[in-house]
T-cell receptor
Framework: GQNIDQPTEMTATEGAIVQINCTYQ??????LFWYQQHAGEAPTFLSY??LDGLEEKGRFSSFLSRSKGYSYLLLKELQMKDSASYLC????????????WGAGTKLIIKP | KAGVTQTPRYLIKTRGQQVTLSCSPI?????VSWYQQTPGQGLQFLFE???????NKGNFPGRFSGRQFSNSRSEMNVSTLELGDSALYLC???????????FGQGTRLTVV
């Protein structure tokens, strides 16, 4: 079956860099998404990886290694507003393309 | 273009009642998925509809059901409400299954 693992909680300092990891086990990988969710709000799309390598978008970057079943989200120059949960989701043929979601990583930014 | 619209935003119901939630996807999106989220928890998948057919289903009891109309709008219904059904219900639409999901603001259901 499918499984996605992320750390439950991480703490970082304003202005610093943080890396949130996501590992997955699935067959027929079709893409990996990262979403940000502030408390009480809906998740919003951050990034999409389908090929190995790094995708950079401003302060946020996402990396994928399909052979290792591994991705990370890198957040640079952290701001207080980055305090949120970060969700990793995978699409695969063995889930009939249904997105399988990790439980999310709660990121706490301290001044 | 308009985003995903969920109605109502807030709802209070009594145990044993039933409730219907509505989701209007982004124009052109054929896939609509529903999720339940309780405080501090991740997204629990309920079901996905694609072109009016249920394509995928999560591990929820039969009290949870849904449907999709020809205009891609979707509804989910929860019958015989229990206190544990209190949660944020999120709807997400995408062009196709497995594609980038766009979320509505959710319906916050409280069962008393």
């Amino acid at each position: 079956g499918q499984n996605i693992d992320q750390p439950t909680e991480m703490t970082a300092t304003e202005g610093a860099i943080v890396q949130i990891n996501c590992t997955y086990q699935t067959s027929g990988f079709n893409g990996l998404f990262w979403y940000q969710q502030h408390a009480g709000e809906a998740p919003t799309f951050l990034s999409y990886n389908v090929l190995d390598g790094l995708e950079e978008k401003g302060r946020f970057s996402s990396f994928l290694s399909r052979s290792k079943g591994y991705s990370y989200l890198l957040l640079k120059e952290l701001q207080m507003k980055d305090s949120a949960s970060y969700l990793c989701a995978v699409s695969a043929t063995d889930s009939n393309y249904q997105l399988i979601w990790g439980a999310g990583t709660k990121l706490i930014i301290k001044p | 273009k308009a985003g995903v619209t969920q109605t109502p935003r807030y709802l209070i119901k009594t145990r044993g009642q039933q409730v219907t939630l509505s989701c209007s996807p982004i124009s052109g999106h054929r896939s609509v998925s529903w999720y339940q989220q309780t405080p501090g928890q991740g997204l629990q998948f309920l079901f996905e509809y694609f072109s009016e057919t249920q394509r995928n289903k999560g591990n929820f009891p039969g009290r949870f059901s849904g449907r999709q109309f020809s205009n891609s709008r979707s509804e989910m219904n929860v019958s015989t409400l229990e206190l544990g059904d209190s949660a944020l219900y999120l709807c997400a639409s995408s062009l196709d299954s497995g594609g980038r999901a766009f979320f509505g603001q959710g319906t916050r259901l409280t069962v008393v």
